[in-house]
């Protein structure tokens, strides 16, 4: 008598959501017959049947979720399989310290100072907009950090400048626009 597989394809352990309700795909076989498919969802008092074991829609908690799956035959042969996955459905808070709007730089190099704060990022990808394009791109932010990220060889004259960041689930925001002059 062999136990069943289980394969949980989606979500994959480490994953990381925007929304609340995720997909579950997986996939069973046995060298009998299948009993019954189902799942626990961060400790639930109570297991969910998936219904014929196909693909159905969950629904997690924003932060870490921990999922179970479980299938037995008409043996009774029980196998498991288990993913962690993340939820998180917040943007990154941003606050630009500098430049002031209307700064004067002598430099093509113009630097701006900004922190990211996200509910459970612990690095986030940044970018420098400069003229609505992307200057420079710092992909490692630390969360909660001041930083710095300049841009080059802008020309001569006025331009608009802003720092957009996003998370592990890719939840973006943006600091206010500043106006500067080289």
Request: aromatic share 6%.
């Amino acid at each position: 008598i062999v136990r069943p597989t289980l394969s949980i394809i989606l979500p994959t352990n480490g994953s990381f959501f925007n929304v609340t309700t995720v997909e579950l795909n997986i996939t069973v076989t046995d060298d009998l017959d299948v009993n019954t498919c189902f799942y626990d969802l961060n400790g639930a008092a109570t297991n969910t049947t998936i219904t014929d074991c196909t693909n159905v829609s969950i629904t997690g908690n924003v932060g870490e979720n921990n999922l179970t799956v479980y299938v037995d035959d008409t043996s009774g042969n029980i196998e498991s399989a288990n993913v962690v996955f993340i939820i998180d459905t917040l943007e990154p808070d941003m606050v630009l310290t500098s430049p002031d709007n209307l700064t004067n730089f002598s430099t093509a190099s113009p630097t701006f100072n900004f922190t990211v704060i996200d509910d459970i990022a612990t690095a986030l990808n940044c970018s420098l907009y400069i003229d609505s394009s992307i200057n420079a791109t710092n992909a490692s932010v630390t969360n909660g950090s001041a930083t710095e990220i300049s841009g080059g060889g802008i020309a001569e004259g006025a331009h608009p400048g802003y720092v957009a960041c996003n998370d592990d689930a890719t939840n973006e925001n943006t600091t206010e626009t500043r106006t500067f002059v080289i």
